[in-house]
């Protein structure tokens, strides 16, 4: 999607460079994620803080800022260390929106002049807007799968929870041990067979169940009325 971003700005704009930061909400950070011209170095760790520089100052204030020329003569520019695009004349900045709320900077840098035409900022400014809600949304759903996931292993160490001391209570109960030992006993067959120890649970208390079956009244019966 990022991307999607960086081609369809190229398309609109003709820039020689073409930048995109997202506000990571825990830090408050403003990182960049994606480039048209190779930063692999600075990809997923060169950020700025909100308000610094103009990349900071369009997040903080949700406005565009269009610099045609003497970019880095602007009172509010910041030059960042492996970034080639801060010694371009020419720089534009536009937030990245989802129903109002920044969650990121598209910025567009051309080596030479160039004049910022209101059909060009506008066609940036919509790119921000309509690409900022799909990187929330998509950001929404990663989220709820990671929570889903969570979820499902949380149950899962729930349920191995479970058999464990099912099993645990079925060797205090045929050899006499306290819940430590048995607990050991356990965790060291598991070792030793390198198999988890949910496994051996399980396998504890089916046998259990088996012979518990086999025991009752009838069961010889039952067997020969089956064969």
């Not at 356990?186 to 198999?195: D, H, I, Q």
């Not at 019966?221 to 064969?227: A, G, K």
Request: hydrophobic share 40%.
């Amino acid at each position: 999607m990022l991307g999607e971003i960086v081609g369809m700005t190229v398309q609109v704009t003709g820039c020689d460079a073409c930048l995109v930061y997202l506000l990571e909400t825990g830090s408050g950070e403003i990182v960049l994620r994606a480039s048209q011209v190779p930063h692999a170095a600075e990809i997923g760790h060169l950020s700025v803080q909100m308000g610094q520089g103009v990349t900071g100052w369009v997040a903080e204030n949700k406005s565009v800022v269009a610099l045609g020329e003497n970019a880095a003569q602007d009172r509010r520019f910041l030059s960042l260390p492996g970034l080639v695009e801060d010694t371009y004349e020419a720089y534009c900045s536009v937030p990245l929106l989802s129903a109002g709320d920044v969650i990121g900077v598209i910025n567009v840098h051309h080596r030479d002049k160039h004049d910022h035409t209101p059909e060009e900022i506008s066609l940036l400014t919509f790119i921000g807007e309509q690409m900022g809600g799909a990187i929330a949304r998509a950001r929404l759903e990663d989220e709820n799968t990671r929570l889903a996931e969570e979820a499902q292993e949380m149950k899962r160490q729930l349920e191995t929870r479970k058999l464990v001391e099912r099993a645990k209570g079925i060797l205090q109960y045929k050899f006499q041990l306290t819940e430590e030992e048995a607990y050991l006993r356990l965790r060291n067959e598991s070792r030793r067979l390198r198999r988890p120890m949910r496994d051996l649970a399980e396998a504890i208390i089916l046998t259990e169940d088996l012979a518990r079956k086999a025991s009752e009244p009838g069961a010889l019966d039952r067997d020969v009325e089956v064969d």
